[in-house]
C-alpha cells in the first residue's frame, strides 16, 4: 500500500491550492478517503472526506465552503481543493484511507505535505 501526498507550499492569505493524494495497493472505489491536518502544538483535526463508494462527502466546519474533496477514479486519486486560505489553514496535511466497514480507523496514511498560509 502507498499512499502519497502531493502539492503543499506557501500561499498568502487568501490563495489557492490543490492537494494530490495518490493511492495503490487496495482497491480504491472500496475506500473512503480522508484528509487530516496537524500544526504545531495542536491535535490532529479531520478536515474532510470522500467516500469512494457512495460518493458522500464531509468537511469540517472550519473548511466548508472553502475547501473542496474529489476523487479521480482512473487515478486512483484524490483531491483537496483549498480557496480562501486563511493562516489558520497553515499545518501538514495527510491523505489516509478507510476500508468503508464501518470502523472509523483509517488503515493507511501518507508521509504528510506542509501547508503554510502567510498573513
Known amino acids: 500500500v502507498r499512499i502519497v501526498e502531493s502539492g503543499g507550499g506557501v500561499v498568502q492569505t487568501g490563495g489557492s491550492l490543490r492537494l494530490s493524494c495518490a493511492t495503490s495497493g487496495f482497491t480504491f472505489g472500496d475506500y473512503t478517503i480522508g484528509w487530516f491536518r496537524q500544526a504545531p502544538g495542536k491535535e490532529r483535526e479531520a478536515v474532510s472526506c470522500?467516500?469512494?463508494?457512495?460518493?458522500?462527502?464531509y468537511y469540517a466546519d472550519s473548511v466548508k465552503g472553502r475547501f473542496t474533496t474529489s476523487s479521480e477514479n482512473a487515478k486512483n486519486t484524490v483531491y483537496l481543493e483549498m480557496t480562501s486560505l486563511k493562516p489558520d489553514d497553515s499545518a501538514i496535511y495527510y491523505c489516509?484511507?478507510?476500508?468503508?466497514?464501518?470502523?472509523?480507523?483509517?488503515?493507511?496514511w501518507g508521509q504528510g505535505t506542509q501547508v503554510t498560509v502567510s498573513s
Open positions: 489516509a484511507a478507510n476500508p468503508t466497514d464501518g470502523r472509523r480507523e483509517y488503515d493507511y
Open positions: 470522500l467516500s469512494n463508494r457512495d460518493g458522500i462527502r
